[in-house]
Protein backbone atom coordinates (compact mmCIF):
# COMPACT_ATOMS: atom_id res chain seq x y z
CA UNK A 1 0.00 0.00 0.00
CA UNK A 2 2.71 2.20 -0.88
CA UNK A 3 0.83 6.23 -0.64
CA UNK A 4 4.08 7.61 -2.87
CA UNK A 5 5.77 5.49 -4.80
CA UNK A 6 9.14 6.34 -7.05
CA UNK A 7 11.28 3.94 -9.78
CA UNK A 8 13.76 3.46 -9.67
CA UNK A 9 15.34 3.35 -6.66
CA UNK A 10 18.74 3.60 -8.06
CA UNK A 11 20.02 5.28 -11.57
CA UNK A 12 23.27 5.22 -12.29
CA UNK A 13 24.12 6.68 -16.21
CA UNK A 14 27.22 8.34 -18.50
CA UNK A 15 26.76 12.12 -18.90
CA UNK A 16 24.77 13.26 -21.91
CA UNK A 17 22.25 10.01 -21.70
CA UNK A 18 18.41 10.49 -21.12
CA UNK A 19 16.66 9.65 -18.29
CA UNK A 20 13.44 8.86 -16.55
CA UNK A 21 11.76 8.74 -13.15
CA UNK A 22 8.65 7.68 -12.48
CA UNK A 23 5.97 8.39 -9.50
CA UNK A 24 3.02 7.52 -8.53
CA UNK A 25 0.35 8.36 -5.66
CA UNK A 26 -2.27 6.36 -4.60
CA UNK A 27 -3.35 8.83 -1.92
CA UNK A 28 -5.83 10.56 -4.67
CA UNK A 29 -4.07 14.58 -4.23
CA UNK A 30 -4.42 16.62 -6.53
CA UNK A 31 -1.12 18.60 -6.55
CA UNK A 32 1.78 16.55 -6.95
CA UNK A 33 5.70 17.97 -6.79
CA UNK A 34 9.19 16.92 -7.40
CA UNK A 35 12.11 17.86 -5.26
CA UNK A 36 16.29 17.53 -5.61
CA UNK A 37 17.83 16.95 -2.62
CA UNK A 38 21.95 18.00 -3.10
CA UNK A 39 24.98 16.44 -1.52
CA UNK A 40 24.75 18.49 1.45
CA UNK A 41 20.94 17.22 1.93
CA UNK A 42 19.19 21.22 0.64
CA UNK A 43 15.68 20.36 -0.63
CA UNK A 44 14.78 22.41 -3.43
CA UNK A 45 11.49 22.38 -5.03
CA UNK A 46 11.59 21.95 -8.82
CA UNK A 47 8.59 21.40 -10.45
CA UNK A 48 4.42 21.25 -8.97
CA UNK A 49 1.72 19.97 -11.14
CA UNK A 50 -2.31 19.72 -9.67
CA UNK A 51 -4.07 18.23 -11.61
CA UNK A 52 -2.19 17.96 -14.69
CA UNK A 53 -1.46 21.71 -14.87
CA UNK A 54 1.86 22.57 -14.25
CA UNK A 55 1.73 25.25 -11.41
CA UNK A 56 5.13 25.62 -10.10
CA UNK A 57 8.76 25.82 -12.19
CA UNK A 58 11.53 26.81 -10.11
CA UNK A 59 14.14 27.98 -12.62
CA UNK A 60 15.09 24.47 -13.49
CA UNK A 61 17.35 24.11 -16.96
CA UNK A 62 14.74 22.94 -19.82
CA UNK A 63 17.11 19.83 -19.51
CA UNK A 64 14.09 18.53 -17.27
CA UNK A 65 10.81 18.25 -18.28
CA UNK A 66 8.15 17.02 -15.92
CA UNK A 67 4.94 15.05 -17.56
CA UNK A 68 1.87 14.41 -15.51
CA UNK A 69 0.14 11.67 -17.62
CA UNK A 70 -3.01 11.78 -15.11
CA UNK A 71 -3.23 13.37 -11.51
CA UNK A 72 -1.82 10.01 -10.06
CA UNK A 73 1.52 10.03 -12.18
CA UNK A 74 4.31 12.59 -12.22
CA UNK A 75 7.09 11.91 -14.31
CA UNK A 76 10.48 13.55 -14.75
CA UNK A 77 12.56 12.95 -17.93
CA UNK A 78 16.20 14.47 -17.94
CA UNK A 79 17.98 14.86 -21.31
CA UNK A 80 21.63 15.12 -22.15
CA UNK A 81 22.50 14.16 -18.40
CA UNK A 82 25.30 16.13 -16.51
CA UNK A 83 27.21 15.32 -13.40
CA UNK A 84 25.48 18.15 -11.61
CA UNK A 85 22.69 16.26 -12.02
CA UNK A 86 23.83 13.65 -9.57
CA UNK A 87 21.20 14.10 -6.84
CA UNK A 88 18.10 12.23 -4.71
CA UNK A 89 15.20 12.94 -6.45
CA UNK A 90 11.71 12.74 -4.49
CA UNK A 91 8.55 13.46 -5.46
CA UNK A 92 5.47 14.08 -2.98
CA UNK A 93 1.87 14.80 -3.40
CA UNK A 94 -0.82 16.75 -1.54
CA UNK A 95 -4.61 17.67 -0.44
CA UNK A 96 -5.67 20.82 0.27
CA UNK A 97 -4.54 20.20 3.70
CA UNK A 98 -0.65 21.10 2.88
CA UNK A 99 0.77 18.38 4.27
CA UNK A 100 3.40 16.77 1.48
CA UNK A 101 3.68 13.07 1.69
CA UNK A 102 6.83 12.45 -0.24
CA UNK A 103 7.84 9.17 -2.15
CA UNK A 104 11.12 7.36 -0.87
CA UNK A 105 13.43 9.13 -3.06
CA UNK A 106 15.80 8.09 -6.31
CA UNK A 107 19.33 8.52 -6.01
CA UNK A 108 20.68 9.27 -9.27
CA UNK A 109 24.16 9.03 -10.05
CA UNK A 110 26.09 10.61 -13.10
CA UNK A 111 29.35 9.46 -14.09
CA UNK B 1 10.24 35.20 -0.81
CA UNK B 2 9.50 32.39 1.94
CA UNK B 3 12.96 31.22 3.65
CA UNK B 4 13.94 29.29 6.80
CA UNK B 5 16.79 29.13 8.59
CA UNK B 6 17.85 25.90 10.93
CA UNK B 7 21.18 27.57 12.85
CA UNK B 8 22.30 23.73 13.80
CA UNK B 9 24.30 22.02 11.59
CA UNK B 10 24.68 18.89 13.84
CA UNK B 11 23.83 18.55 17.26
CA UNK B 12 24.21 15.23 19.47
CA UNK B 13 22.26 14.02 22.16
CA UNK B 14 22.92 11.48 25.00
CA UNK B 15 20.20 8.58 24.85
CA UNK B 16 17.43 9.86 27.37
CA UNK B 17 18.14 13.66 27.80
CA UNK B 18 15.70 16.26 26.16
CA UNK B 19 16.44 17.74 22.75
CA UNK B 20 15.63 21.10 21.03
CA UNK B 21 15.85 21.86 17.34
CA UNK B 22 15.81 25.54 16.33
CA UNK B 23 13.83 26.79 13.03
CA UNK B 24 13.21 30.76 12.14
CA UNK B 25 11.24 31.42 9.06
CA UNK B 26 10.81 34.18 7.19
CA UNK B 27 7.70 35.16 5.66
CA UNK B 28 5.10 37.71 4.86
CA UNK B 29 1.42 36.41 6.10
CA UNK B 30 0.64 34.06 8.55
CA UNK B 31 3.12 30.89 7.70
CA UNK B 32 2.44 27.28 7.69
CA UNK B 33 5.33 25.30 8.87
CA UNK B 34 6.24 22.16 9.36
CA UNK B 35 8.76 19.71 10.08
CA UNK B 36 9.76 16.48 9.00
CA UNK B 37 12.38 13.65 10.02
CA UNK B 38 14.37 11.55 7.53
CA UNK B 39 16.14 8.51 7.77
CA UNK B 40 18.96 7.40 6.04
CA UNK B 41 18.43 6.82 2.92
CA UNK B 42 14.61 7.10 3.26
CA UNK B 43 11.94 9.67 2.53
CA UNK B 44 10.68 12.66 4.44
CA UNK B 45 8.07 11.68 6.99
CA UNK B 46 6.25 14.48 8.45
CA UNK B 47 6.16 15.29 12.49
CA UNK B 48 4.34 17.80 12.68
CA UNK B 49 2.48 20.85 11.42
CA UNK B 50 0.81 24.29 12.71
CA UNK B 51 -1.85 25.71 10.46
CA UNK B 52 -3.16 28.38 13.26
CA UNK B 53 -5.04 28.06 16.76
CA UNK B 54 -2.96 26.42 19.41
CA UNK B 55 0.76 27.94 19.09
CA UNK B 56 1.53 24.29 20.26
CA UNK B 57 1.57 21.92 18.40
CA UNK B 58 1.90 18.31 19.39
CA UNK B 59 3.12 15.57 16.85
CA UNK B 60 3.90 11.58 16.25
CA UNK B 61 6.99 10.00 17.91
CA UNK B 62 6.39 12.36 20.92
CA UNK B 63 7.60 15.48 19.48
CA UNK B 64 6.37 18.71 20.16
CA UNK B 65 7.07 22.34 18.71
CA UNK B 66 5.75 26.07 19.27
CA UNK B 67 4.93 28.81 17.25
CA UNK B 68 6.46 31.96 18.29
CA UNK B 69 5.24 35.06 15.99
CA UNK B 70 7.11 37.31 17.75
CA UNK B 71 10.61 35.55 17.34
CA UNK B 72 9.75 34.02 14.02
CA UNK B 73 10.36 30.83 15.44
CA UNK B 74 9.29 27.17 15.03
CA UNK B 75 11.38 25.43 17.56
CA UNK B 76 10.97 21.48 17.66
CA UNK B 77 11.21 19.69 20.97
CA UNK B 78 11.06 16.18 22.71
CA UNK B 79 11.64 15.36 26.21
CA UNK B 80 13.72 12.27 26.31
CA UNK B 81 15.23 11.24 22.65
CA UNK B 82 15.57 7.66 21.91
CA UNK B 83 18.40 6.04 19.79
CA UNK B 84 15.61 5.79 16.62
CA UNK B 85 15.39 9.52 17.08
CA UNK B 86 18.41 9.65 15.12
CA UNK B 87 17.92 11.11 11.50
CA UNK B 88 17.87 14.33 9.67
CA UNK B 89 15.67 16.61 10.39
CA UNK B 90 13.36 19.28 7.91
CA UNK B 91 11.84 22.55 8.58
CA UNK B 92 9.06 24.28 6.00
CA UNK B 93 7.68 27.26 5.58
CA UNK B 94 4.73 26.83 2.91
CA UNK B 95 2.63 29.64 1.10
CA UNK B 96 -0.58 29.71 0.46
CA UNK B 97 -0.25 27.83 -2.94
CA UNK B 98 1.50 25.12 -0.85
CA UNK B 99 4.79 25.79 -2.25
CA UNK B 100 7.44 24.13 0.59
CA UNK B 101 10.95 26.27 1.10
CA UNK B 102 12.66 23.78 3.47
CA UNK B 103 16.03 24.56 5.84
CA UNK B 104 18.97 23.39 5.60
CA UNK B 105 18.24 20.71 8.07
CA UNK B 106 20.02 19.37 11.29
CA UNK B 107 22.18 16.22 11.64
CA UNK B 108 20.85 14.39 15.07
CA UNK B 109 23.64 11.95 16.61
CA UNK B 110 22.16 9.89 19.42
CA UNK B 111 24.71 8.36 21.58
CA UNK B 112 24.42 5.80 24.53
Known amino acids: DTAVSQTPKYLVTQMGNDKSIKCEQNLGHDTMYWYKQDSKKFLKIMFSYNNKELIINETVPNRFSPKSPDKAHLNLHINSLELGDSAVYFC??????????FGPGTRLTVL | AQSVTQPDIHITVSEGASLELRCNYSYGATPYLFWYVQSPGQGLQLLLK??????LVQGIKGFEAEFKRSQSSFNLRKPSVHWSDAAEYFC??????????FGAGTTVTVRA
Open chain 1, 92 to 101: ASTLASGEQF
Open chain 2, 50 to 55: YFSGDT
Open chain 2, 92 to 101: AVGDHDYKLS
